[in-house]
């Protein structure tokens, strides 16, 4: 069941604008001293809606995405920013050597907003991040837990049954991508539907990668129910219990989005 924002991309930046306005920066500005001029990377930018409250507040940024139409959208809809030299969009692999040379250790905040349960090998790409923060920099990582009831992203799915249907991504890949098949679901959302179950992260996987690297958590917010939701279907965010957030492995079956910010373990020291 398609939802308005996977077929309109006005929608879509209104929405990433208002999440980020109303809840995101409220959230950084709990654990990072957000100010004018600061640099501010985010990776998986999409259509750069969760960028224009940056830009608003005088930071510099840059949104890469390796989708080219996405970055064609991001340019156009912020397009005074991008005249002004104050944001720019690049459809580009941070991976590539080129973009590490002209990039790295310049980034006081960077981002990833509802990307990293897209990326392969997070165990590899999330130390790969630090090459870009500058001395006491940090990461947001906002993402849907794998576990949670829509993990598998099946709100994609064109058939409304499959797409209001919960947890049934976490059947074997098989029989999962016999029932997307047989539905009829075009080739385009099976494949997507398999890329993430093969990407998908849960809370204590991406806690663990934290940790093995020496980063810390600075600050972190788990909810019952995700912000994005108050402006996709009205409802107001709920924060995850306390008991429940810390409650290993269940707690990711009823939490539909884990925030967190992240820094070296030994910035302050190295400074
Ligand atoms: C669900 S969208 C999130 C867009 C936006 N951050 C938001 O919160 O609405 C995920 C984005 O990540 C991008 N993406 C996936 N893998 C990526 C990678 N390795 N590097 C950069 N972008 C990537 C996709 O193209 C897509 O635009």
Redesign the pocket.
């Known amino acids: 069941m398609a939802l308005a924002q996977h077929l309109s991309i006005e929608i ?1 930046y209104r929405q ?1 604008v208002d999440n980020t306005r109303e809840f995101l920066l409220p959230f950084l500005s709990r654990s990072i001293p957000l100010h004018k001029g600061m640099k501010v990377m ?5 259509e750069g ?2 960028l224009l409250p940056f830009i608003e507040q005088g930071m510099q940024v840059l949104g ?4 080219e139409s ?1 970055i064609r959208n991001a340019t156009s809809l912020c397009a005074e920013a991008v005249a002004q030299g104050q944001a720019t969009f690049l459809y580009k ?2 991976f590539d050597q080129d973009f590490l040379v002209k990039y790295g250790g310049s980034f006081d905040l960077i981002l990833l ?3 990293i349960e ?2 392969p090998d997070q165990e590899t790409f999330i130390p790969y991040l630090r090459k870009f923060l500058t001395k006491g920099g940090s990461i947001f990582f906002g993402f849907p837990p794998w576990r949670m009831p829509f993990g598998g992203h099946q709100q994609i799915c064109r058939n409304k049954v499959l797409g209001t249907l919960p947890w049934y991504h976490l059947l074997p890949k098989g029989l999962y991508k016999g029932i997307v098949k047989m539905a009829g679901e075009p080739q385009i959302v099976v494949d997507e539907l398999m890329d993430i179950k093969g990407t998908g992260i849960s809370l204590g996987r991406f806690e663990r990668i934290i940790r093995k690297n020496d980063f810390v958590v600075k600050d972190r917010m788990l909810f019952l129910l995700n912000p994005i939701y108050k402006f996709k279907f009205g409802w107001k965010p709920i924060e995850q219990a306390a008991w429940l957030a810390d409650f290993p492995w269940v707690r990711d079956f009823f939490t539909t989005a884990g925030w967190y910010v992240v820094g070296e373990k030994n910035a302050e020291s190295a400074t």
């Open positions: 879509r990433q985010e990776i998986g930018c999409g809606g969760v890469v995405d390796l989708n996405r692999n941070v907003k509802d990307t897209h990326i």
